[in-house]
T-cell receptor, first 113, second 118 residues
Framework: KQEVTQIPAALSVPEGENLVLNCSFT??????LQWFRQDPGKGLTSLLL?????REQTSGRLNASLDKSSGRSTLYIAASQPGDSATYLC????????????FGSGTRLQVQP | EAGVVQSPRYKIIEKKQPVAFWCNPI?????LYWYLQNLGQGPELLIR????????DSQLPKDRFSAERLKGVDSTLKIQPAELGDSAVYLC????????????????FGPGTRLTVL
């Protein structure tokens, strides 16, 4: 059974810092990996999607990398802002079995002004 | 383009009462998902539809939960009767899907329905 782990569970940083969120998964036979943002009481906003054949994706200040062989992905946030405060979730889609995303429990990020 | 629409946004009911949630996916998206999210956890799949067919409902508690997607567009998720442990956020998502059956495309989520069972 695929398991997705996110470390750290919570993170507090001062504004302007560059930071890295980590995601690891146990089954490397993934089709893609998605990073989401969730604000309190809200749904999930898709940030980046990395196909299994890709190594990284970038969008603005966000960069996500994927290393399938080691079962790891990182989300890099450059020059963090208070508006980045949210919970960040990673999720993987397997080639086989259930054709639905398996999520980690998320990293709760707070950026202090 | 409108995103995934869900209603209601919030629902408070007494235990043993019925409740229903509605979802309208992004236009043209063939695949629709219902996820359950408990506090402090990531979402977990309840049911997945490819068009009007429920192709994965293995985690749906069928003694009390039911779902339908008539005409392959909107979907309704129902709980009857609700239990205290059903308090959670119910998320609907959609994706383009594919003819091969592998939903490889990006999933887009609605705002969710927060259910509180008293």
């Amino acid at each position: 059974k695929q398991e997705v782990t996110q470390i750290p569970a919570a993170l507090s940083v001062p504004e302007g810092e560059n930071l890295v969120l980590n995601c690891s998964f146990t089954d490397s036979a993934i089709y893609n990996l998605q990073w989401f943002r969730q604000d309190p009481g809200k749904g999930l906003t898709s940030l980046l999607l990395i196909q299994s054949s890709q190594r990284e994706q970038t969008s603005g200040r966000l960069n996500a990398s994927l290393d399938k062989s080691s079962g790891r992905s990182t989300l890099y946030i450059a020059a963090s802002q208070p508006g980045d405060s949210a919970t960040y979730l990673c999720a993987v889609l397997l080639y086989t079995g259930r054709r639905a995303l398996t999520f980690g429990s998320g990293t709760r990020l707070q950026v202090q002004p | 383009e409108a995103g995934v629409v869900q209603s209601p946004r919030y629902k408070i009911i007494e235990k043993k009462q019925p409740v229903a949630f509605w979802c309208n996916p992004i236009s043209g998206h063939n695949t629709l998902y219902w996820y359950l999210q408990n506090l402090g956890q990531g979402p977990e799949l309840l049911i997945r539809y490819e068009n009007e067919e429920a192709v994965d409902d293995s985690q749906l508690p069928k003694d009390r939960f039911s779902a339908e997607r008539l005409k392959g567009v909107d979907s309704t998720l129902k709980i009857q009767p609700a239990e205290l442990g059903d308090s959670a956020v119910y998320l609907c998502a959609s994706s383009l899907g594919s003819t091969s059956g592998l939903s490889y495309n990006e999933q887009f989520f609605g705002p969710g329905t927060r259910l509180t069972v008293l």
